[in-house]
């Protein structure tokens, strides 16, 4: 179901699945949590990305949770930063959403800080979309198609069949 490179993505998303951690999702949670998460409002989106955040289920984010999330979506994208870059990044992240005084987030301190940002709440919709929603199967190619990749280019279009016409027959 989740079309991801990394194990980090598929771990938390199973864990929001299995909300009595049996290590199993029935059809009923798997049927909740998806009617909980698929809703249009903001504050889902929000809560349900938080849930991905929040490594240790404790209910609050530190830095070391975007330490995290970052780099595994480094890894997902195929980027490759080195540790000072994403110590750098995720305490920039961390320390724009945590209140003064505190050194943990909590769900509304995540929210305003997500709400700040112009169109990324929107956003969320797309990719929660994309993580629970299969990826569509390969097509299978004609006989056509798979003739037309193993010939040079120039043999199939139809310039070359205009000006060559009386070589062929």
């Known amino acids: 179901l989740v079309p991801c490179k990394d194990e980090f993505f598929v771990n938390q998303i199973f864990n929001i699945f299995d909300s ?11 049927i909740e949590t998806i009617e909980q998460f698929s809703s249009t409002d903001d504050d889902s989106k929000i809560e349900f990305l938080f849930n991905i955040y929040d490594i240790n289920d404790e209910g609050v984010l530190e830095e070391n949770n975007f330490r995290e999330v970052i780099k595994a979506c480094m890894k997902e994208n195929g ?21 003064d005084g505190n050194d943990t987030m909590t769900l509304d301190d995540f929210k305003e800080q997500l709400q700040r940002q112009e169109g ?4 969320l919709g797309i990719m929660i979309n ?3 929603v299969p990826p569509k199967p390969s097509k299978e190619k004609t006989f056509l198609e798979k003739l037309s990749e193993r010939l040079p280019q120039r043999y ?6 205009v000006n060559n016409k009386s070589f062929h027959f």
């Open 130 to 132: 994309k993580w629970l």
């Open 156 to 161: 199939v279009s139809k310039d070359y069949w």
């Open 20 to 30: 009595d951690q049996s290590g199993y999702i029935t059809l009923a949670k798997f």
């Open 120 to 123: 990324l709440v929107e956003g």
């Open 79 to 99: 980027m490759d930063f080195d540790a000072g870059e994403l110590s750098n990044l995720a305490s920039a992240l961390f320390m724009d959403g945590v209140k």
